[in-house]
């Protein structure tokens, strides 16, 4: 059973910074897309930032020049670095994991989910 594992949340003053990690177990394939999302209190949840297999990232307008995501060198791991960050980056962040091994109809998993806490 494929699980994600986030870790690096916490409390931040504004214009501080937080690394988030993820990573996948119970996975025999390497995902195609990993990324995160977060999920404000009465809000959908959003994409913050995505990243392929061959490195290729896209971000959500409202943390380009702020976050940086990366995936490690091992298999199925990926890293979000968030700095200068904002009241309004308050949310609670989750990480996701697009597989599509072949001869089967791809699949993807979520995290339990992180809590970030931007304030003073």
């Known amino acids: 059973q494929v699980q994600l594992v986030e870790s690096g949340g916490g409390l931040v003053q504004p214009g501080g910074s937080l690394r988030l990690s993820c990573a996948v177990s119970g996975s025999a394939f390497v995902a195609n897309v990993m990324g995160w999302y977060r999920q404000a209190p009465g809000k959908e949840r959003d994409l913050v930032a995505t990243?392929?297999?061959?490195?290729?990232?896209k971000y959500a307008d409202s943390v380009k020049d702020r976050f940086t995501i990366s995936r490690g060198n091992a298999k199925n791991t990926v890293s979000l670095q968030m700095n200068s960050l904002k009241a309004e980056d308050t949310a609670v962040y989750y990480c996701n994991a697009l597989f599509g091994p072949p001869g089967r109809a791809p699949f993807d998993s979520w995290g339990q989910g992180t809590q970030v806490t931007v304030s003073s």
């Open positions: 990243i392929t297999h061959s490195g290729t990232t």
